[in-house]
């Protein structure tokens, strides 16, 4: 992030983070990027957000993570009053202003300002902050030594309560399973749906490869259909890896050759040992190894040019 020695009122020097932050259309100092309490965003959830990657001045995907705002605000009937290519110059704007070459940038469209009350009719418009930012990688010894999941007792919602592809703002069910992997010592957890079938995790998703195939739970298990899953299956067919998207249980995972999670944030992070049974080696297998290789060299290239 850019810093700017600034005088403080004290009078001595200290460094603070400029950033400029986008709502409807204007940049504000970060702190002066406020919203009322009065958006429905806040007040009950409703709206959407996206986290995107930006690596050497390309923003990642961006194509695909509109088009994910798009559906999902189809999903909320959540009529999207700016055109893709508005969406998107935004981005670039905010990335631009802000020197952010390499980071993530967080996208959220509430509602808008309405009354106290639930129907967003009475919501004015719809409201858009995007915010460019450094992020918090995880460290190198991870894509080599991998991570250890647990599955946690909270269950993915269900699709025909709120679609887990939605990417929406109500992202308590994701919490409460972090809350509880945290309180066991793990950093990510496996979410099963109401069927007990393998759904995702709580912020990526997850991947096997068993006998030379790459498997990955279907959308209808629910789940967010995340743009690092979609470049991860687009690896494994320019590698000629069968991909397969189904049904999964534990009992897959704990006897896959190999397995791993994919992220915006994480990108492809191996997992080496599901509810203390040990995956494959214990360490990084081979295919997920060339795939993660293939997915770094394809990021700087495709996606949206800053500079
Ligand atoms: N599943 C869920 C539930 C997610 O929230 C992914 C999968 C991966 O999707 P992408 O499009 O990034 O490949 C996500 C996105 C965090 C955090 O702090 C993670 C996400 C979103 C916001 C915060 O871990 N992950």
Same mark, same amino acid.
């Given at each position: 992030?850019?810093?700017?020695?600034?005088?403080?009122?004290? %009078?001595?020097?200290?460094?603070?983070?400029?950033?400029?932050?986008?709502?409807?259309?204007?940049?504000?100092? +970060?702190?002066?990027?406020?919203?009322?309490?009065?958006?429905? %965003?806040?007040?009950?959830?409703?709206?959407?957000?996206?986290?995107?990657?930006?690596?050497?001045?390309?923003?990642?995907?961006?194509?695909?993570? &509109?088009?994910?705002?798009?559906?999902?605000?189809?999903?909320?009937?959540?009529?999207?009053?700016?055109?893709?290519?508005?969406?998107?110059?935004?981005?670039?704007?905010?990335?631009?202003?802000?020197?952010?070459?390499?980071?993530?940038?967080?996208?959220?469209?509430?509602?808008?300002?309405?009354?106290?009350?639930?129907?967003?009719?009475?919501?004015?418009?719809?409201?858009?902050?995007?915010?460019?930012?450094?992020?918090?990688?995880?460290?190198?010894?991870?894509?080599?030594?991998?991570? +250890?999941?647990?599955?946690?007792?909270?269950?993915?919602?269900?699709?025909?309560?709120?679609?887990?592809?939605?990417?929406?703002?109500?992202?308590?069910?994701?919490? &409460?399973?972090?809350?509880?992997?945290?309180?066991?010592?793990?950093?990510?957890?496996?979410?099963?749906?109401?069927?007990?079938?393998?759904?995702?995790?709580?912020?990526?998703?997850?991947?096997?490869?068993? +006998?030379?195939?790459?498997?990955?739970?279907?959308?209808?298990?629910?789940?967010?259909?995340?743009?690092?899953?979609?470049?991860?299956?687009?690896?494994?067919?320019?590698?000629?890896?069968?991909?397969?998207?189904?049904?999964?249980?534990?009992?897959?995972?704990?006897?896959?050759?190999?397995?791993?999670?994919?992220?915006?944030?994480?990108?492809?992070?191996?997992?080496?040992?599901?509810?203390?049974? +040990?995956?494959?080696?214990?360490?990084?297998?081979?295919?997920?190894?060339? &795939?993660?290789?293939?997915?770094?060299?394809?990021?700087?290239?495709?996606?949206?040019?800053?500079?």
């Amino acid at each position: 992030m850019m810093k700017r020695n600034l005088r403080s009122r004290g %009078g001595s020097d200290s460094m603070e983070e400029l950033m400029e932050v986008y709502i409807d259309g204007k940049f504000y100092q +970060k702190e002066d990027a406020k919203v009322s309490v009065f958006d429905h %965003g806040l007040l009950y959830g409703d709206g959407l957000f996206e986290g995107i990657r930006v690596y050497d001045n390309c923003i990642f995907k961006l194509d695909a993570h &509109l088009e994910r705002i798009e559906y999902s605000a189809k999903a909320i009937a959540l009529d999207l009053p700016w055109s893709r290519e508005e969406i998107a110059q935004a981005h670039i704007e905010a990335c631009r202003r802000n020197g952010v070459a390499n980071g993530y940038i967080r996208t959220v469209i509430t509602r808008g300002v309405g009354d106290l009350g639930l129907s967003p009719r009475n919501c004015s418009s719809p409201s858009m902050i995007i915010i460019a930012d450094s992020i918090k990688l995880y460290p190198p010894e991870v894509y080599t030594n991998g991570i +250890k999941l647990i599955t946690v007792p909270t269950r993915r919602m269900s699709v025909a309560a709120l679609p887990p592809m939605v990417k929406s703002l109500n992202y308590l069910n994701n919490i &409460l399973a972090k809350i509880e992997a945290l309180n066991c010592g793990y950093d990510e957890c496996l979410l099963l749906n109401d069927q007990g079938n393998v759904a995702e995790c709580s912020g990526d998703n997850i991947f096997i490869i068993h +006998k030379g195939k790459l498997i990955t739970p279907a959308p209808a298990s629910g789940l967010l259909i995340g743009i690092t899953r979609s470049a991860a299956m687009e690896c494994a067919r320019e590698l000629g890896i069968p991909v397969i998207e189904t049904d999964m249980t534990r009992y897959d995972i704990w006897n896959a050759d190999e397995a791993f999670i994919t992220g915006s944030a994480a990108e492809v992070v191996p997992v080496v040992e599901l509810d203390g049974r +040990k995956i494959g080696s214990g360490k990084c297998g081979p295919l997920t190894a060339q &795939l993660l290789e293939l997915f770094r060299k394809k990021v700087r290239c495709d996606g949206a040019m800053i500079a």
